[in-house]
């Protein structure tokens, strides 16, 4: 099968076009231009060069009407004017003209009504590989008819020469042309850049047709009730989200549409580094042909050591979600009957779970909140704390008040419960206190989702005014409310005071948003 529209891509002297491979090809092609090694899994494992993480500093948008007046511009979406992007676009294209390309046309989003067709050009085969595995496979009969909402050209191979006459962060440039429906990808190889750059596009998208665009992992249970899982990276938001008593939706990028919540994606994109079979048994079977490992370290025979980080911490792997065996086949369900925001508090002073009303919800979703433990290398062991606005920042191209107005109607309309969950320290502060136990945030998860929680009596967090139940089934009452888990009172008391501080400091940033000020009413009052 051709592709349509090969005649629309403005490429030269195009050699031979691999569309829509199957799997079985697309390994072969992998393995034999030397680009992939196979593993014993069945697996293929590539190295990405020396980016192995996105490059956000290098991500820029056109700003021309109408859309630059919906941008909101900053350190994460940065301007660039259409006379650069189209110098950009003529040397990506002159890097993939001539040449034979691999062209995979996929679907974002599982729901009619809201999904995007996509085409992904590129030279390297386990890109294609990647996209395959990542994005909403079309059928043989939906390929004949495809034609493409937008297009995306990675040219890994090139850079651009001319960065410090452009004014640009460096040689590597990820740039969007949104009326054009084009993004251009150069200098950098890492899969994920193409995965977060449709991610990026799907939440300019739908937001501005009033439905809401999520960064969060998301299940269904036996009643069809569905779940959210909100949560920064070390939050346990992938681990807590795979459960086999309830099929996933997704791992990681959502929809909430007027016909309920979707999987944007077809696949799975797990961090590998000390990935333990106990642990986290579900990932760890979905390691098998198919998937495609990223920078991991490898022996002779095709083993795999996924404690050696040399090459990066971010080791990575990508997988069709078909290779869970519990997963939801339609990537669909119904609105939400539970939203949960998980932070790992590393001050210790948050409570395991705590039920927050509409008002809180759109605080701590703007909020962000978690928080990183500093290298010891550097001699460092108070927590970091971490504010990443609506769970996702590093992706939004709108300003995060649009998401949060849409997560309270959408609250309101649908009479959804949110709670917060701590999945960090308790006892005190990191080197004092100990993680929060799996048993314990698995007892919390547990109880939100079966409605035990609801029947709970509750007291109030003073200072963050959280309401906390007093007893719950599978949690220990004791660590409840934080406060009874240190030894130290006082303490406990300044460094709860210590983070609603940090809270309110970042929350300033909101200061001329409106409705701002009703929301942050419903944060920590010191």
Same mark, same amino acid.
């Given at each position: 099968m051709t592709p349509k529209g090969l005649d629309k891509l403005g490429l030269k002297n195009i050699g031979k076009v691999y569309y829509n491979l199957d799997y079985d090809e697309v390994i072969r092609h992998t393995l034999e231009r030397g680009e992939a090694k196979l593993t014993k899994s069945g697996a293929t494992a590539v190295d990405t060069g020396i980016f192995t993480g996105r490059s956000p500093k290098d991500k820029y948008f056109v700003k021309q009407p109408p859309s630059e007046k919906y941008i909101a511009w900053g350190d994460i979406n940065q301007p660039i004017s259409k006379e650069i992007f189209e110098e950009l676009f003529d040397i990506a294209k002159e890097e993939l003209s001539g040449k034979d390309l691999y062209i995979t046309d996929v679907y974002v989003g599982a729901s009619p009504s809201s999904r995007r067709s996509i085409r992904v050009v590129c030279e390297v085969a386990w890109q294609a590989h990647f996209i395959k595995n990542m994005f909403i496979r079309p059928s043989e009969e939906e390929l004949e008819n495809f034609e493409p909402d937008f297009t995306l050209y990675n040219a890994c191979k090139v850079t651009n020469d001319k960065w410090k006459e452009h004014g640009l962060n460096s040689e590597v440039f990820v740039v969007f042309n949104i009326e054009e429906n084009v993004a251009v990808i150069g200098?950098?190889?890492?899969?994920?850049?193409?995965?977060?750059?449709?991610?990026?596009?799907?939440?300019?998208?739908?937001?501005?047709?009033?439905?809401?665009?999520?960064?969060?992992?998301?299940?269904?249970?036996?009643?069809?009730?569905?779940?959210?899982?909100?949560?920064?990276?070390?939050?346990?938001k992938t681990t807590l989200s795979t459960d086999p008593n309830r099929r996933l939706i997704g791992d990681d990028e959502h929809g909430w549409d007027e016909n309920g919540v979707f999987n944007f994606e077809g696949g799975c994109y797990a961090k590998v580094i000390n990935l333990d079979p106990d642990s986290e048994p579900e990932i760890y079977a979905a390691i098998r042909k198919g998937a495609l490992l990223e920078n991991v370290v490898i022996d002779e025979e095709g083993n795999v050591d996924y404690k050696d980080g040399s090459k990066t911490e971010n080791?990575?792997?990508?997988?069709?979600?078909?290779?869970?065996?519990?997963?939801?086949?339609?990537?669909?369900?119904?609105?939400?009957?539970?939203?949960?925001f998980l932070s790992a508090d590393a001050f210790g002073v948050l409570p395991p779970v705590s039920k927050l009303t509409r008002e809180q919800a759109m605080y701590y979703f703007l909020s962000g909140y978690t928080a990183k433990v500093a290298g010891t290398e550097r001699g460092i062991t108070e927590p970091v704390a971490t504010f990443s606005a609506c769970f996702g920042e590093a992706f939004l191209p709108l300003h995060p008040t649009v998401y949060a107005k849409l997560l309270g109607e959408k609250i309101d309309e649908h009479d959804v419960n949110v709670y917060l969950v701590n999945t960090g320290w308790t006892g005190g502060p990191y080197g004092v206190g100990h993680r929060m136990?799996?048993?314990?945030?698995?007892?919390?998860?547990?109880?939100?989702?079966?409605?035990? *929680? %609801?029947?709970? =009596?509750?007291?109030?967090?003073?200072?963050? +005014? !959280?309401?906390?139940?007093?007893?719950?089934?599978?949690?220990?009452?004791?660590?409840?409310?934080? *406060? %009874?888990?240190? =030894?130290?009172?006082?303490?406990?008391?300044? +460094? !709860?005071?210590?983070?609603?501080?940090?809270?309110?400091?970042?929350?300033?940033?909101?200061?001329?948003?409106?409705?701002?000020?009703?929301?942050?009413?419903?944060?920590? +009052?010191?």
């Open positions: 200098g950098t190889w890492y899969g994920g850049e193409m995965k977060k750059g449709i991610f990026t596009m799907m939440n300019y998208w739908l937001p501005l047709e009033g439905k809401l665009s999520m960064h969060c992992s998301a299940n269904i249970g036996k009643e069809d009730d569905v779940a959210l899982f909100f949560g920064l990276s070390g939050t346990g080791t990575r792997v990508s997988y069709p979600i078909e290779h869970i065996e519990n997963h939801e086949c339609t990537l669909m369900g119904g609105h939400p009957k539970n939203i949960i136990s799996i048993k314990d945030t698995r007892g919390c998860i547990n109880g939100i989702l079966s409605g035990a *929680i %609801n029947e709970s =009596e509750f007291e109030t967090l003073p200072i963050f +005014n !959280l309401q906390i139940p007093k007893s719950l089934e599978g949690v220990s009452t004791e660590v409840l409310n934080p *406060i %009874n888990t240190w =030894e130290d009172k006082e303490a406990y008391m300044e +460094n !709860l005071k210590k983070l609603a501080g940090m809270f309110q400091k970042n929350f300033h940033r909101y200061d001329d948003a409106e409705g701002a000020a009703e929301i942050a009413a419903a944060g920590p +009052n010191v």
